[in-house]
């Protein structure tokens, strides 16, 4: 398992493990076009691959959005969380 650290001040990220997936949610504290820029490619990032069940996005109201994300596929998803500085630091949880 991996363990990151966000800016709780712009956004809150919870995790929750549903059998076979891991389901994230995200939620922003206030606008920002680098964050929602930041969405978009990761959602691309993974519908762009050959795997059409490897991460499952939604976007909801009010700056939410949650994917749904194959556990074979949990840390690609969170190094690309990190890649596009959503995630500040991550490490390895002992």
């Known amino acids: ?3 990151y650290e966000y800016d709780r001040e712009l956004l809150t990220i919870e995790e929750q493990s ?3 997936d891991v389901e994230f949610r995200m ?3 206030r606008p920002d076009a680098g964050v929602e820029k930041a969405v ?3 959602r691309d ?3 762009d691959n050959d795997v ?3 991460v499952l996005f939604y976007a909801h109201e009010d700056a939410e959005y949650q994917w ?3 556990h074979d596929f949990y840390e690609d998803f969170v190094i690309s969380l990190f890649r596009h500085r959503l995630v500040q630091r ?3 949880e002992q």
């Open 1 to 3: 398992m991996l363990y």
């Open 18 to 20: 549903n059998g076979q």
């Open 27 to 29: 939620k922003l504290h």
């Open 40 to 42: 978009k490619r990761i």
């Open 45 to 47: 990032y993974f519908d």
């Open 52 to 54: 059409i069940t490897d």
């Open 68 to 70: 749904i994300v194959r």
């Open 90 to 92: 991550m490490a390895w």
